[in-house]
């Protein structure tokens, strides 16, 4: 089904749309759901892969966890976190795909986006 075929998005759409875009424009919520595409990981093991300090990482994956796009679930004394939303793990590496080249590449970066 083309955009053109569904017509304008209903607002409740729009707005879910929005806030799943909210929650991912912080860029260590982005990293973070990026590394949970790629498999499970504990909160110690998060951190260490996105550079930031165990609570920042905590409190991110609560917000994310509160939005139904990631969940947890104990293995013994360790608490795992895996992506909830197999649709968002789709375009998060989507998106990552199409602006990697273009911005490792010289000259080809966003117009207006970044520094």
Do not use: N
């Not at 806030?19 to 973070?32: K, T």
């Not at 998060?92 to 911005?103: A, E, H, N, Q």
């Amino acid at each position: 089904m083309t955009a053109a075929e569904i017509g304008d998005p209903p607002a409740a759409v729009l707005a879910e749309a929005a806030a799943a875009f909210g929650l991912l424009s912080s860029p260590p919520r982005l990293h973070i759901v990026w590394v949970l595409a790629q498999g499970e990981c504990d909160v110690t093991s998060l951190a260490e892969r996105v550079g930031s300090a165990l609570p920042a990482v905590s409190q991110h994956l609560a917000k994310l966890k509160l939005a139904g796009l990631v969940r947890s679930r104990r293995e013994g004394r360790r608490v795992v976190y895996l992506v909830d939303d197999r649709d968002i793990v789709a375009m998060v590496r989507d998106l990552i795909g199409c602006l990697t080249p273009r911005v490792t590449e010289p000259g080809e970066r966003l117009r207006g986006l970044g520094d």
